[in-house]
């Protein structure tokens, strides 16, 4: 099975569980991504129960559109039901390094409005420690130098991704080379550096279920079945 028929795979799992929870008018939050993409493509099948979605990036918003779909801002709606996501990585407590996409700060938000967080992947992105893919971090513009210097003194060696400027006008920083053994505490000391606005662990909000496609179908991780 290839990459993208182990997305499509996962995409289909994670409507399926979408499609199972009870309410009649589903609020949803959609990611960013190739993964996200996928699942966004399968919405057009329950498009009836679809009260409004929350897009992470305008990017999404604008594949939703295209497909007919509403999308609201999210001071608009009340609390989600579920967000549905990929990452770059996974580690087994569901803690996650997410932004490839240079959407994590919006991710962050709309996961954080949602009651679940439903995290789909293909099988590569699951890893033992966190950090092997380069963790992004925004940062508002006039503080990255001062920044990068802050993440140097954590131990990563941080490159400005030149070509991007994130939907909120910011920029974005890949930290190279952390071994990330304690992920909620690296979360939070990055996020206390003047000038950060977001970095893409997603520890101290890890998802809630883990949709894993291999080419033996889909694995499926819960948070609660860990603790
Ligand atoms: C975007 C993200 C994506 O979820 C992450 O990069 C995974 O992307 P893909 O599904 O294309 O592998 O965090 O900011």
């Given at each position: 099975?290839?990459?993208?028929?182990?997305?499509?795979?996962v995409a289909?799992?994670a409507?399926?569980?979408?499609?199972?929870?009870?309410?009649?008018?589903?609020?949803?939050?959609?990611?960013?991504?190739?993964t996200?993409?996928?699942f966004?493509?399968?919405?057009?099948?329950?498009?009836?129960?679809?009260?409004?979605?929350?897009?992470?990036?305008?990017?999404?918003?604008?594949?939703?559109?295209?497909?007919?779909?509403?999308?609201?801002?999210?001071?608009?709606?009340?609390?989600?039901?579920?967000?549905?996501?990929g990452?770059?990585?996974?580690?087994?407590?569901?803690?996650?390094?997410?932004?490839?996409?240079?959407?994590?700060?919006?991710?962050?938000?709309?996961?954080?409005?949602?009651?679940?967080?439903?995290c789909i992947a293909?099988?590569?992105?699951?890893?033992?420690?966190?950090?092997?893919?380069?963790?992004?971090?925004?940062?508002?513009?006039?503080?990255?130098?001062?920044?990068?210097?802050?993440?140097?003194?954590?131990?990563?060696?941080?490159?400005?991704?030149?070509?991007?400027?994130?939907?909120?006008?910011?920029?974005?920083?890949?930290?190279?080379?952390?071994?990330?053994?304690?992920?909620?505490?690296?979360?939070?000391?990055?996020?206390?550096?003047?000038?950060?606005?977001?970095?893409?662990?997603?520890?101290?909000?890890?998802?809630?279920?883990?949709l894993?496609?291999?080419?033996?179908?889909?694995?499926?991780?819960?948070?609660?079945?860990?603790?």
């Amino acid at each position: 099975m290839d990459q993208q028929a182990l997305k499509e795979q996962v995409a289909e799992a994670a409507l399926e569980r979408v499609a199972a929870r009870h309410n009649d008018r589903l609020l949803l939050g959609i990611g960013t991504g190739t993964t996200a993409e996928c699942f966004i493509r399968t919405l057009p099948a329950i498009r009836s129960r679809i009260e409004a979605t929350v897009a992470s990036s305008e990017r999404s918003a604008a594949l939703l559109r295209e497909l007919g779909l509403p999308v609201m801002d999210l001071n608009s709606v009340g609390p989600l039901d579920v967000y549905v996501d990929g990452a770059d990585e996974a580690n087994a407590q569901l803690a996650l390094i997410k932004g490839g996409g240079a959407a994590l700060t919006r991710e962050k938000i709309v996961a954080a409005a949602s009651e679940e967080f439903i995290c789909i992947a293909d099988a590569s992105k699951r890893v033992g420690v966190l950090g092997v893919f380069p963790l992004p971090v925004e940062v508002i513009p006039m503080a990255r130098s001062h920044v990068a210097r802050a993440l140097a003194q954590l131990g990563g060696q941080p490159v400005w991704r030149e070509e991007t400027i994130t939907d909120n006008g910011n920029l974005i920083l890949d930290v190279h080379g952390l071994h990330i053994s304690d992920p909620v505490d690296t979360e939070t000391r990055i996020n206390q550096m003047a000038g950060v606005v977001c970095n893409g662990l997603f520890a101290n909000r890890p998802a809630d279920v883990l949709l894993l496609g291999t080419s033996a179908g889909v694995e499926v991780v819960s948070g609660s079945a860990l603790s």
